[in-house]
Structures are given as C-alpha cells and as structure tokens.
C-alpha cells in the first residue's frame, strides 16, 4: 500500500532555500539535481521503509541524497495508521549534527 507524502512547512523552506542557494534559476544541471532531490522525496510513497533510522530518535527515518561533497539529508516519519510519510527537514549532510529542535 501507498503512503502520502507530506512536506512540513519547515522542509518546504528548506527546500526553498536549496532551490536558491544552488542556482536551481540559471542552470539547467542544478535544477535537474534539485528535481531529482523532489522525486526522491515523493518517492518514499512506495518504500518509506527502506530508509534507515536516525541515530538520536528512534521514530525518524533519514534519506541520503546526492553524491560526496553535495549529499543533503531528508528526516522523515512514517505515521503507519494514517499511512503517510512525514517530511520534517531537508539539510546539508555536512551540517552541524542534527539535533530535534532543527525541526522547529
């Protein structure tokens, strides 16, 4: 069965701001990646499973995306009774560790 994908208000600015930050307006190979961080993203309709989960918070989930040095990190949760896919935060695998009050 299939679950929905929701984006949080947060991983929509985070998205935004990536959008920006990369170029994703003025190169076509930029914004072929970033579309191809969105459908990564939708993507875990079919297996959200298949993601591991993040070390501190046994609840999220965390996809990796992109190759070394430009590989972002999507967090998510899977809520099984409603059966839909809970994106929380897009960011950096570079970043600073995560902590739960990036979600906020």
């Known amino acids: 069965m299939e679950y929905l994908v ?3 208000p947060r991983a929509e600015r985070d998205l935004a701001h990536l959008f920006q930050e990369i170029n994703a307006d003025r ?3 930029a914004f ?3 579309w191809g961080l969105k459908e990564a993203i939708l993507r875990l309709q079919e297996h959200p499973n298949r993601c591991p989960v993040t070390r501190k918070k046994g609840e ?3 996809l990796l995306f992109g190759q070394r040095p430009h590989v972002y990190r999507v967090i998510f949760r ?3 009774k409603q059966k839909y896919v809970d994106v929380l ?3 950096h695998g570079a970043r ?3 902590k739960e009050s990036d979600l906020v």
């Open 32 to 34: 072929d990646w970033y």
């Open 6 to 8: 929701k984006i949080s």
């Open 78 to 80: 899977i809520l099984e």
């Open 89 to 91: 935060h897009v960011r």
């Open 27 to 29: 190169c076509e190979a």
């Open 60 to 62: 999220l989930r965390h």
């Open 96 to 98: 600073r560790k995560f």
